[in-house]
């Protein structure tokens, strides 16, 4: 069983940068590929990034490649998002995920789930 716990999240105005931290209480943590997917009201939960195990490869939705980067320290069984140039649009509950196989743009593809973090962003 990974739990996982999100932080960083807040309000922003557009423009701005925040950094989302997930913290990890696995410690075969370095086992898993981990990924952040986003959710706004009324919309679907959409994927924003992920990293394999060793974070040798990353990817990243098309809305936010080139603001957003993703990485993790296994050491501290943590993963991060950068988010840079924040707009409005990019509002949403941030979740991080892990996952032991599967397609790491594909939501089903993860076993475990934090509780979210809400990202605001003001124009």
């Known amino acids: 069983q990974v739990q996982l716990e999100e932080s960083g999240g807040g309000l922003v105005q557009a423009g701005a940068s925040l950094r989302l931290s997930c913290k990890a209480s696995?410690?075969?943590?370095?086992?898993?590929?981990l990924g952040w997917f986003r959710q706004a009201p009324g919309q679907e939960r959409e994927f924003v990034a992920g990293?394999?195990?060793?974070?040798?490869?990353?990817f990243y939705g098309d809305s936010v490649k080139g603001r957003f980067t993703i990485s993790r320290n296994n050491a501290k069984a943590t993963i991060y998002l950068q988010m840079n140039n924040l707009k409005p649009e990019d509002t949403a509950v941030y979740y991080c995920?892990?996952?032991?196989?599967?397609?790491?743009?594909?939501?089903?593809?993860?076993?475990?789930w934090g509780q979210g973090t809400q990202v605001t962003v003001s124009s």
């Open positions: 995920a892990a996952r032991s196989r599967g397609n790491v743009r594909n939501a089903d593809m993860y076993d475990y």
């Open positions: 696995e410690r075969t943590f370095d086992n898993y590929g």
């Open positions: 990293i394999n195990w060793d974070g040798g490869n990353t």
